[in-house]
């Protein structure tokens, strides 16, 4: 039980970081929130046959829900951290790199599976956008981690 609740909190801090580098990023080069959660919660919706309403009640919904599954990716993601490291304590840059790359494939791999995205045809923009609130993610839940063992 320990492990699980220590890496829901550092997966939590993590999340808040990346949602600080994210926006930060967005007001510095003042570009528009991405569309991709929302999106895959429409292709999910539409593959599960699972309605959301109408008009602007369905795009709160898929806002919201896109949102949601950031908050699940960065609590899976360092779940999968502590249990791969139970009973480890693996230095700052493999810790810190394990949880970034956890939390970018939980990210970009189901969003790739479900064709709303293919990280292979990104610009540089969009890989810097990609991986430095990732980052901010692996460096602030690495901490987070270490400092509740």
């Not at 570009?31 to 999106?39: D, F, G, I, L, V």
């Not at 919706?45 to 959301?52: A, K, R």
């Not at 990716?73 to 956890?102: D, E, F, H, K, N």
């Not at 995205?117 to 540089?124: G, N, S």
Request: aromatic letters at 6%.
């Amino acid at each position: 039980m320990h492990t699980l609740v220590k890496s829901l909190i550092a997966g939590a801090a993590g999340t808040s970081a990346l949602n600080i580098a994210t926006y930060l990023d967005m007001a510095i080069r003042a570009r528009a929130a991405s569309s991709t959660p929302s999106q895959a919660v429409e292709k999910l919706t539409d593959l599960t046959d699972i309605s959301l309403g109408d008009g602007e009640q369905a795009d709160n919904r898929k806002e919201a829900l896109g949102a949601l599954l950031g908050y699940a990716t960065g609590a899976g993601a360092a779940l999968c951290y502590g249990l791969l490291s139970s009973g480890r304590r693996p230095s700052w840059p493999v810790g810190v790199s394990a949880l970034t790359a956890l939390a970018m494939t939980g990210s970009n791999a189901p969003l790739t599976a479900l064709g709303t995205t293919d990280p292979r045809e990104w610009p540089a923009s969009a890989w810097v956008s990609d991986v430095i609130p990732h980052l901010a993610y692996g460096i602030t839940a690495y901490v987070a981690y270490e400092l509740l063992s």
